[in-house]
C-alpha cells in the first residue's frame, strides 16, 4: 500500500502518520519529493488496508498494491488447481463439458435431455430445480421434485449432476445429493451463501455476476476457499453492457485474465452469454481457443416448449455434432497451436 | 405481446400457430401485409409471456408490449403508496431522511453517531450488524452484537431502525426487532430472501442492483409485493459503468421513470453513489429536485477510523447542516418550483 | 509518477534504470523493502509519462500521480473561468440557458421556436444546421440554409447563436458568423478538429462523448486549451449504460466531480441525456442543484413533427413555465441552500 | 414499422391517424383488440421512421422492425463482401492479417518491423502517421513524414499499407497515396469523414466505436456504402465496459452477430481488445475461432521503446510465431471444426 501525502503536510503531522502506521505493525518508507511526499508500506496489507482512507484530510491518494486475494491467487499456487466432480476432473489439462436444460421440467424432458447430453459425450449433467428467475410469474422450477429428476437421470446415465443452490436451506437439505453445487450469477454475492458453501467438503461452480468485475470474481471465490473449500470453478458468463444484440457481453478476455491471476480452473457459458442457440458453438470454440478449461452448454429436447431460456438452448443432434467440434479444438490446443 | 412472423410462413403454419394461441386462451389478431405478417395478442399475457420464444421457426421477432410487473405498477394503483416506518412516513409527499453510520462498530459510536443524527433531525436511524462486504477480511458486522447496539440507540434517540438482513436465518432471528428491513444492492435478486420478506407485514428498503435495468429493479419489488407485502420502498444508489471518477454512477433519471412506473416510494442514497463525502450533498439535493421521496446518508462520528465506507461517511456537524438544505429544498419543492 | 519494480530486480538493472530516469532530466527516490521496490519521480511528468510502459521488463506496475491535463485543472488556476459569449457571460456565478430546436428545419419553425425562447427568457439560441445523424436516411440538417435562418432569428430576438460544426471545412466558412461553436459528443475525440477550434478565439460548447470518461472529456478540452482558447464550456449530456429506460444516462455525478477539477464552465442538456420531453423538467433542477453553471434545452414549435429529437423537445409554453422554475431554482441557490 | 396507439384513442383521431400515413404512401394495417390499438406499417419504411415519434399524443409506443441500414444487409446481397486490397483479399473465406506498429517513429524502427512482419507472413502493412492521442500533449505522429516512410516501407517489403486518416483534409492529400484508409474508433461517426470516403473508390477499415452498439456500427458503414464505396472491412476492437483488468473488452459475439446481419467482412484487432502483449494470442486465435475473416495486430521492433501502446505491441519474433498458429488456426477452421 502506498500513501500519498497532500501537499504542505507539517513535520508533525508526518511524524505522528508514522507512529499510527508503526503501531499497526509497519514500517514506512517514506520518500519527499519537493512536490510530493510518498509512504510506501511494505508486507501484508491486505488486512491492513481498510484501516486508512481518503477521510484522513492527511492523504491524498492510497495506491493498493498487493491483489487483495490470497487462497485463490496464483502467485501463492503456483500448481494449477484440479477439481474433482465423482471422478471428473477440471483444470490444468484436464477439460469438461457440462450439459442439460436450464430447468428441470418433466421426467421425459429430463430423462431425454440427459440421455442424448450422455450419448454426444458431455462430462457432467446439469439441470435447475431451483430457478432464480427475473419475474415472479415465471416457472420458478420443480425444487425438490426437480432435484429427485436429476437424480433419476443420473442414475439413468452415469453422469454427476450440477444443480444450482439458492439458499443456505437448499443447502441443508440437499448438498449431500448433489455432485457439484452451482452458485448462480445473481449470488455470486450472496456472501452468506459462499461462506455456508466454504465450509463444505463439496465442488463449487461459481458464476461470474453480471456487473461483477474480475477482482470481485475473484474475491467472490476468496470467501469460499476462506472458508477452507478450495473446489471452486469459475465459470464466466457474460456481463452486462450496451450491448442489446445479445443477452450479455461474453467478457473472453477474462479467460486468459484469470488464468494468470489465479490456479482455479476456468469455464465459460456461453448458452448464458450469447443468448441465442446460433451463437453457442462461435462463443463455445472460441472460448476453448482462448485458453478454458470447460464448457457449460444448455441443451433441451425440445427448445420451443422450453419454460426457460429456450432461445439458447440447443437440440441434442445439434449439441451432439458441437461436441464432435469441441472435442477436436481442444485436441488442437493440446497439440499447441503453433506446432 | 406481438408476435412477428418469418417471411414466407405458409397458411397451414399460421392457421395452426392461431390454433395454439387460441389453446393458451386468446384470441389471435393476424395483420398480414406484403412483406410481413403479424399476430397481435391482446390481454393479460404476463404470465403467458414465457410460452413463446425464438427457437420456434415460424417466429422472427417477439415484441412484449404489456409491462412484467402488476402489483407494482402504477398504471394498476393510481395512488401513490405511503409506508409507515414506526410512525414515519415515506412516500405521497412525505419526505424521510434515513442515517447512521455504514456499520455498528462499538457502542460509543453508535450512540454518539444515533445521538448526532437525532439532533440534526433525521427520521430513521441505519446501521449495519450484518455487513456484505467484498472482501473476506474486511470487517464484517458485529452480528447480533450490532443488532443490540442498534436497538440501544433506538432506545436513547426513539428513532425506528432501519438494518441489513442478508439471509433467511437471520430474518428468523431478527425481524420481529428491527423496523425496516434493508435488502442490499448485492442481494436485490436473491429471490429466496425477496420471496421470504414478502410474505411479511414489515416495512422493506429494496436496493438497486448495480447492474439491474429499471425493469428488473421493478421486477425484484413485485416478488416482495406478489406474496403480499407491499410496505416497500426503493432506493436508488448508483449504478455500474464504465466511469471511475465516482464509486458508483447515480442514476438520477430513474427517480423520475420509476414515479411514472411505480406507486412506490423512491428515495435515494447519494452515499453509495458517490463514494466520497464531498458528493453527498450536491447529490442529495438534486435527487429532492428530481423527486426524491427521501433519503439514505452515511454518518460517522469519525469517518477516519471507520471500518467501512469512511471515505463517503459525513460527520455528524456536517450533516446537521446538510439537513438544513434538505428540509430547504424539500419546502421549495412543495410549494412547486414554479411559483 | 511511480513505478513499481518486478521483484527480484538485480542491483544493476536498477542502478541502470534510476541512470535512464536521471537521464530523462528527473531525480528517483528509490524506496526499498523486503518484498517492494518503488522508485517515485517527482515533478512535471505529463510530458514525461508515455516514456515508460509495462513492456520493460523491470516493471510491474506504474501509478500516474498528476492528472495528465494543465491548462483546464483548476490546481493551477484557482479562479473559475467565465466565457462571454456575445455579451451573455457562463461561469463563475453566471448561469445561462441556451434553448432551441435540434434541426433548423423552416423559417417559420426557427423563427417561431426562436421567438417563444426569447420571450421565455433564454440567454442564447441553439440550433442545428449540420446534423451529425445516427442514419445516412434520416434528415441532414439544412446546411448554409440553416445558418442563414439561425442569422434570421437572431437578428429577430438579439440572441447570440449556437451550432454544432461538424468538420474543419465548416469551421473555415462559418465560424465567423456564429457566436459560439458547438463540438458534438460524437467529435469530441475529434483531435483534428479539436485542434482547428483550438486556434480560434471563439467561445466553444464541448460536448461529453457517450463513453467518454470524465478524464477524457478534460483531455479533450485541453486540446483546445492547448491550442491557445480557453473559452470553453463543458456540456454533460449523458453517458450509455446498460439502462435503456432513458436515451442515456445522466451522470449528474460529474457535475460536482468537473467542478473540483476544472476552473471551466459546466452546463446540462437534459434533453439528451433523458430522450424524453417529461424527463427535461426533473434533470434540468436536479442539476442546478448539483451546480450546474447553466443548461441547453431543446424547445421546438411543434414537437410531433420535428424532424430530429421530437420526443425530447419541449413546446414553448412548457418551456417558459419551466424558464420560471429554473431560474426560481438559480436564486434559491445563489442564496446558499441551507440559509 | 408498428404504431401502439394509447388506450381511449377515439375513432375520430383514429381515421385521422390513418389518413395522415395513407398521406405519406403507406397502406395501414389496423389491429384492434379490447385492450390495445396496433397499426401496422408494411413496406420500405427506413426513410420514413423519423415521421413519428412519441411527442404524438396518440401513440404509446413504436416498434421499429426493419433493420435501418440497406446496402450493408445480408437480407438484400446473400453472397459475402470479398474485399480486394492491392492484390489481398479479405472476406469470403479470404483471411488477411494486417500487422505493423501502432505509430510510425522512425525510418528504422518502420522499416525494420515491417521486415519482421512480412518475414512473418502477414498480408498488410500498418502503422499510424496521424495519431488520435487522448493527450495533446503525447506524441502526435509524424504526419507527411510518416506517411513517407510508410511508402518505403512499402517498397521494401511489397505490402499494402493501411493507415489511419483523421480528417478530410489529410484525405485530400493522401488517399492516394495508400492502400487502405483506416476510420479510427474515435471517428466512426465522424460522419463528415465518412460520407467523403464513402465517395471515393478505396479500400476502408472501419473501427468500432467504444461505446458504438453493433447497430450505430452498422449505420456507420451504411453512410460509407451509401455514398457508393461499398469496400468495408468491419473491424471489431473491443469496447468500454465496466472491467478495467483490460483495456477494453472484446465483443467476440459481435463476429457471428455481424456476420449474421451483413455480407461485409469483419475482422478483428486483439491488440487494442485487450491493451497486453500478452493477450493478444488468446483473443486472436478466439476471433478465429469465432469467424473472424482477418486480424489487425501491433508489432513494434523494441516495445518498451514505443511512443505508443508499447505495452499492447508484439515482438517481431513472438508475431512470427503467433502468425503460426494463426495460419494452423485458420486451416482448421477450414477444415470444419467437427470434421
Known sequence: MILILKKGISNCEMENLKEEIAAKGFTPHVSKGDELTIIGLVGDTIAFQDRFNLSDERIDRIVRIQEPYKKVNKMFKSCDTVVDVAGRKIGDGNFAVIAGPCSVETRDQMVDTAMGV???????????????????????????GGIELLLEAKKETGLPIVTEIMSVRQLDEHASEIDMIQIGARNMQNFELLKEVGSLDKPVLLKRGMSASIKDFLMAAEYIAAGGNEKIVLC?????????ATRNTLDISAIPVLKRKTHLPVIVDPSHSGGYWWLVEPLALASIAAGADGLMIEVHNSPKEALCDGEQSLK??????????IRNMEAFRRGGFSA
Open 236 to 244: 464466466e458468463r457474460g456481463i452486462r453492457t450496451f450491448e442489446n
Open 118 to 144: 450422455k450419448k454426444a459425450g458431455a462430462d457432467l449433467l446439469r439441470g435447475g430445480a431451483f430457478k432464480p428467475r427475473t419475474s415472479p410469474y415465471s416457472f420458478q422450477g420443480l425444487g425438490e
Open 316 to 325: 441434442p443432434e445439434r449439441f451432439e455434432n458441437l461436441m464432435q467440434s
